[in-house]
C-alpha cells in the first residue's frame, strides 16, 4: 500500500533511497539544506567499487603505527582532539580491526558490495547519465614489487571469493596505458569490474531528476524539528510542519546528532577528506583513475579538472580545515605526475560517517515505529547508495531482501 515517506538527506544514499521509494508508488519527499549531492557525495573520488570487497581497517601492526604517529603521511593523519573526542568508537573500531573479527567482518562488508554495479545499472539508466560513467576500471600504482606482489594475492584471493577481476600490470603495460606517468614504477593492480564517474555531484544530481520523474518531490531546507507520536512522524522543515507515515535517516555524519535528539545513540565517527582540482598540462593527459598506493592519494580526470583526493583525517566534524595533508598529497602526486596549477581557491573538505564494524545500519530503527536508518557507510557511500535504497526499499515494504541484512541492524551494537 503506497504511502507518504520523508526522505532526510540528498546525497547518494538518501537520493536512492527516494528513487527506489519512489518506484514503488510510494508518495515521497526528499529533504535537504542543499541541492542534490552537494555535501560528502560531491567531493569523493568518483569511483563505484566493486573491488573494495575488504573495508579499511584501523592499522594495529607496529610498522604501520610508527609511520602513522608523527602525523606527516597523507594516507591518513589526525587531531588530538578529534581522537578524544571519538575514543569510544575508535576503539571499537580497533577492536574489531584484530584479524580473527576483521576476518568474519569481510564476507558480511562484501555482501553489499558485490550488488554494487547491478544497482546503480538501472539509475545510471532512468537517469541518462550514460555519459557521466566510464566501465574500463582504475589503477592502483606501486613503486615496490613487493607490496605490489602482496597487493596481488590479496586480488587473487579477492576474486576467488567475490569475483572480483583485475589484472597485473607490468610495468610496460602500465606505460602503455599511462603513458605520463613519472619515477620508477615496479606495475600496478588494474581492477576491471569498477566504473569511474567524471563528475560525483553530478551523478547524485541526475539520480535526483530522476527521482523526480517517478513523482517524488524535492523540498530544500533546514530540518528544524523531527518527532514521532507512534502512528506517525513530523518533520519541521525551515518552521513550515510535514507529515509523514515513515521518516528515513540518511544524513550521513548528521545522522548521529538527529538520533541523540530521538534518545537513541550510535557509536559513530568520521574520517574528513580532501580535494583540489588541477589543469592538464599542455599535451599531457592522465587517461585513467590512479591511485599511488604506497602513498594514499588519488588522481582523477574528471570534468572539473584532475581532482585529487587525500586520504583521511581523524578530527570533529565541524572543526576548521586543516589544508597540510592535501599540500603533502600535492608534493608527493606532482614526483608521480605533471600537474598543472590549482585550479580552485580553496579546498573542498568532507567527512564520511563511519561505524566501528566498518559496516553501515540499514533497516529500522530500535524501539520509533516508522524511523528507518540509512548511514554510516564510511568510504563507500557513493558506491553502495544504490544497493542501500534497493535493500532499505524492500525492508519497508515487508519483502524479503535479496541479501541477510541483520549484519547491518540498528540495534547490533
Same mark, same amino acid.
Given at each position: 500500500?503506497?504511502?507518504?515517506? &520523508?526522505?532526510?538527506?540528498?546525497?547518494?544514499?538518501?537520493?536512492?533511497?527516494?528513487?527506489?521509494?519512489?518506484? =514503488? @508508488?510510494?508518495?515521497?519527499?526528499?529533504?535537504?539544506?542543499?541541492?542534490?549531492?552537494?555535501?560528502?557525495?560531491?567531493?569523493?573520488?568518483?569511483?563505484?567499487?566493486?573491488?573494495?570487497?575488504?573495508?579499511?581497517?584501523?592499522?594495529?601492526? %607496529?610498522?604501520? #603505527?610508527? =609511520?602513522?604517529?608523527?602525523?606527516?603521511?597523507?594516507?591518513?593523519?589526525? =587531531?588530538?582532539?578529534?581522537?578524544?573526542?571519538?575514543?569510544?568508537?575508535?576503539?571499537?573500531?580497533?577492536?574489531?580491526?584484530?584479524?580473527?573479527?576483521?576476518?568474519?567482518?569481510?564476507?558480511?562488508?562484501?555482501?553489499? &558490495?558485490? %550488488?554494487?554495479?547491478?544497482?546503480?545499472?538501472?539509475?545510471?539508466?532512468?537517469?541518462?547519465?550514460?555519459?557521466?560513467?566510464?566501465?574500463?576500471?582504475?589503477?592502483?600504482?606501486?613503486?615496490?614489487?613487493?607490496?605490489?606482489?602482496?597487493?596481488?594475492?590479496?586480488?587473487?584471493?579477492?576474486?576467488?571469493?567475490?569475483?572480483?577481476?583485475?589484472?597485473?600490470?607490468?610495468?610496460?603495460? #602500465?606505460?602503455?596505458?599511462?603513458?605520463?606517468? &613519472?619515477?620508477?614504477?615496479?606495475?600496478?593492480?588494474?581492477?576491471?569490474?569498477?566504473?569511474?564517474?567524471?563528475?560525483?555531484?553530478?551523478?547524485?544530481?541526475?539520480?535526483?531528476?530522476?527521482?523526480?520523474?517517478?513523482?517524488?518531490?524535492?523540498?530544500?531546507?533546514?530540518?528544524?524539528?523531527?518527532?514521532?507520536?507512534?502512528?506517525?512522524?513530523?518533520?519541521?522543515?525551515?518552521?513550515?510542519?510535514?507529515?509523514?507515515?515513515?521518516?528515513?535517516?540518511?544524513? @550521513?555524519?548528521?545522522?548521529?546528532?538527529?538520533?541523540?535528539?530521538?534518545?537513541?545513540?550510535?557509536?559513530?565517527?568520521?574520517?574528513?577528506?580532501?580535494?583540489?582540482?588541477?589543469?592538464?598540462?599542455?599535451?599531457?593527459?592522465?587517461?585513467?583513475?590512479?591511485?599511488?598506493?604506497?602513498?594514499?592519494?588519488? #588522481?582523477?580526470?574528471?570534468?572539473?579538472?584532475?581532482?585529487?583526493?587525500?586520504?583521511?583525517?581523524?578530527?570533529?566534524?565541524?572543526?576548521?580545515?586543516?589544508?597540510?595533508? %592535501?599540500?603533502?598529497?600535492?608534493?608527493?602526486?606532482?614526483? #608521480?605526475?605533471?600537474?598543472?596549477?590549482? %585550479?580552485?581557491?580553496?579546498?573542498? /573538505?568532507?567527512?564520511?560517517?563511519?561505524?566501528?564494524?566498518? /559496516?553501515?545500519? &540499514?533497516?529500522?530503527?530500535?524501539?520509533?515505529?516508522?524511523?528507518?536508518?540509512?548511514?554510516?557507510?564510511?568510504?563507500?557511500?557513493?558506491?553502495?547508495?544504490?544497493?542501500?535504497?534497493?535493500?532499505?526499499?524492500?525492508?519497508?515494504?515487508?519483502?524479503?531482501?535479496?541479501?541477510?541484512?541483520?549484519?547491518?541492524?540498528?540495534?547490533?551494537?
Amino acid at each position: 500500500m503506497a504511502r507518504d515517506i &520523508i526522505v532526510l538527506g540528498a546525497g547518494m544514499v538518501g537520493v536512492s533511497v527516494a528513487w527506489h521509494l519512489a518506484r =514503488r @508508488g510510494h508518495g515521497v519527499t526528499l529533504v535537504d539544506r542543499r541541492e542534490p549531492g552537494r555535501e560528502t557525495s560531491f567531493g569523493n573520488a568518483g569511483l563505484i567499487q566493486r573491488e573494495a570487497v575488504r573495508p579499511y581497517p584501523f592499522p594495529r601492526d %607496529l610498522a604501520t #603505527l610508527a =609511520r602513522v604517529l608523527p602525523n606527516r603521511e597523507v594516507d591518513i593523519r589526525y =587531531r588530538p582532539g578529534g581522537m578524544l573526542r571519538a575514543a569510544g568508537p575508535l576503539l571499537q573500531y580497533w577492536r574489531n580491526s584484530a584479524p580473527s573479527r576483521y576476518r568474519r567482518l569481510i564476507p558480511e562488508y562484501a555482501a553489499l &558490495i558485490r %550488488l554494487c554495479l547491478d544497482a546503480h545499472g538501472p539509475m545510471i539508466e532512468a537517469a541518462g547519465a550514460e555519459s557521466l560513467v566510464r566501465r574500463d576500471g582504475w589503477l592502483e600504482v606501486y613503486r615496490n614489487a613487493g607490496k605490489l606482489a602482496a597487493r596481488l594475492q590479496d586480488a587473487e584471493e579477492n576474486d576467488t571469493r567475490f569475483g572480483v577481476r583485475y589484472r597485473r600490470l607490468e610495468t610496460d603495460e #602500465l606505460a602503455v596505458m599511462e603513458p605520463n606517468l &613519472i619515477g620508477e614504477l615496479a606495475g600496478a593492480v588494474h581492477w576491471q569490474d569498477s566504473w569511474s564517474v567524471s563528475d560525483p555531484g553530478g551523478l547524485v544530481q541526475a539520480y535526483a531528476r530522476a527521482f523526480e520523474a517517478e513523482g517524488g518531490r524535492l523540498l530544500r531546507g533546514e530540518v528544524n524539528d523531527v518527532t514521532g507520536n507512534g502512528e506517525g512522524w513530523r518533520v519541521e522543515v525551515d518552521g513550515q510542519a510535514r507529515h509523514a507515515e515513515d521518516v528515513v535517516l540518511a544524513m @550521513g555524519p548528521w545522522s548521529r546528532v538527529w538520533l541523540e535528539r530521538l534518545g537513541l545513540s550510535v557509536p559513530m565517527f568520521v574520517k574528513r577528506g580532501y580535494h583540489m582540482h588541477y589543469a592538464s598540462r599542455e599535451g599531457v593527459s592522465l587517461n585513467h583513475w590512479v591511485m599511488d598506493a604506497e602513498v594514499g592519494y588519488l #588522481l582523477a580526470p574528471m570534468r572539473a579538472g584532475i581532482r585529487l583526493t587525500t586520504g583521511a583525517e581523524l578530527e570533529r566534524l565541524e572543526a576548521p580545515p586543516h589544508h597540510q595533508q %592535501l599540500a603533502a598529497a600535492e608534493t608527493r602526486a606532482r614526483e #608521480l605526475f605533471p600537474l598543472g596549477e590549482r %585550479l580552485e581557491a580553496k579546498p573542498w /573538505k568532507g567527512a564520511r560517517p563511519c561505524l566501528p564494524d566498518m /559496516k553501515p545500519v &540499514i533497516g529500522p530503527a530500535p524501539g520509533r515505529r516508522g524511523l528507518w536508518c540509512a548511514f554510516g557507510h564510511g568510504h563507500q557511500g557513493f558506491t553502495l547508495g544504490p544497493a542501500t535504497g534497493r535493500l532499505l526499499s524492500q525492508m519497508m515494504d515487508g519483502e524479503t531482501t535479496e541479501i541477510e541484512m541483520a549484519p547491518y541492524r540498528f540495534d547490533r551494537f
